[in-house]
């Protein structure tokens, strides 16, 4: 009983102590592979500080060793809490082990880990097969019970994404006789390979005509896919409409032009549910749930693209 009170009273003691002085955060990011990395990032920053936080950042280049090595930095510079992108799911067991040692929360953002989940304090992002669900649906909807072939632009083979985005839009359209995937194929979450793809799609489905809709597994294979279609001699957005995920700034640049229909946001905002679930932790020692999913929000042309691109153009994407 004495030896509980002792470590109750240093529990208290070390949290009331923490709210004394201004939080130090290390956050180790993947690195900038792409837009919606650099905007989390911009984010993350923005978050920091507006709630007073000393954000220590660090890009790891896409390299695990990179990861290690700052979490083990961030574990010897003694801080509040870390924040983690992990690069890949395996190989943490170690290094969350240290810093569990060390008493130092660990948040992941936007990917999880193949580890004992007691080894960090919760993981915030997205549902996957949610955003493809919503995509799906807003074209069940959309279409109205006309009849719609439609073709897919898969994202990486054997990414979580595409494999998640895809049975969510399935999941979306079930029971919806008259939508018909008819073409589907990878265009590796690019521009360049969501033309390419397009434009077979197009050629084999009567110039295009016979298409009804495009689903998209990112904004950036729907941009390039546009592209294609008024090459075509089509119009997106009312040809063929035009349906993706990510809500990145050029497909509401697309929207705003009637040339894209709607798109599913995955926020990146991980770290403001991040923060929000330490600042519980570190005040009284609330434990969040293990898992924080972000909303998954559809847009539309109704919601003014245009300013809605203003809003997100210096994000960093």
């Known amino acids: 009983m004495l030896t509980k009170t002792l470590i109750a009273g240093s529990t208290a003691l070390t949290l009331t102590a923490g709210l004394a002085a201004a939080q130090t955060v290390g956050f180790s990011?993947?690195?900038?592979?792409?837009?919606?990395?650099?905007?989390?990032?911009?984010?993350?920053?923005?978050q920091a500080e507006e709630r007073g936080i000393d954000l220590k950042f660090s890009d790891a280049q896409q390299k695990q060793e990179?990861?290690?090595?700052?979490?083990?930095?961030?574990?010897?510079?003694?801080?509040?809490?870390?924040?983690?992108?992990?690069?890949?799911?395996?190989?943490?067991d170690a290094v969350l082990e240290e810093a569990k040692e060390?008493?130092?929360?660990?948040?992941?953002?936007?990917?999880?880990?193949?580890?004992?989940?007691?080894?960090?304090?919760?993981?915030?992002?997205?549902?996957?097969?949610?955003?493809?669900?919503?995509?799906?649906?807003w074209l069940v909807d959309e279409v109205a019970g006309a009849e719609c072939r439609v073709v897919e632009l898969q994202g990486t083979t054997?990414?979580?994404?595409?494999?998640?985005?895809?049975?969510?839009?399935?999941?979306?359209?079930?029971?919806?006789?008259?939508?018909?995937?008819?073409?589907?194929?990878?265009?590796?979450?690019?521009?360049?390979?969501?033309?390419?793809?397009?434009?077979?799609?197009?050629?084999a489905e009567n110039g295009g005509k016979d298409i009804c809709a495009l689903y998209a597994h990112n904004d950036d294979m729907a941009v390039g896919a546009i592209q294609a279609i008024k090459e075509a001699?089509?119009?997106?957005?009312?040809?063929?409409?035009?349906?993706?995920?990510?809500?990145?700034?050029d497909i509401f640049l697309a929207m705003a032009a009637g040339e894209a229909n709607a798109t599913v946001e995955l926020t990146p905002n991980m770290a403001g549910p991040a923060f929000d679930a330490l600042a519980a932790y570190w005040k009284d020692g609330t434990m969040p749930e293990k898992f924080i999913q972000t909303e998954s929000k559809l847009y539309t042309q109704a919601d003014d693209p245009q300013a809605v691109y203003e809003q997100r153009k210096d994000l960093g994407y």
Request: glycine share 10%.
């Open 158 to 203: 054997g990414s979580s994404p595409a494999i998640d985005r895809k049975k969510g839009f399935e999941e979306g359209i079930a029971g919806a006789d008259n939508i018909e995937i008819v073409r589907s194929q990878t265009g590796d979450f690019t521009r360049a390979r969501g033309k390419e793809v397009m434009e077979s799609f197009l050629q």
């Open 102 to 137: 060390a008493e130092i929360p660990v948040v992941l953002l936007d990917r999880m880990v193949d580890s004992d989940k007691e080894l960090y304090l919760t993981a915030v992002g997205s549902d996957l097969v949610e955003e493809g669900r919503v995509a799906g649906k």
């Open 29 to 46: 990011q993947i690195g900038s592979e792409s837009g919606w990395r650099a905007a989390e990032t911009t984010v993350t920053r923005q």
């Open 66 to 92: 990179n990861q290690i090595a700052a979490l083990r930095s961030f574990i010897a510079q003694g801080v509040d809490a870390i924040l983690v992108a992990p690069v890949v799911a395996t190989g943490w």
């Open 233 to 249: 001699g089509l119009k997106p957005g009312t040809d063929i409409k035009v349906v993706s995920i990510d809500a990145v700034p």
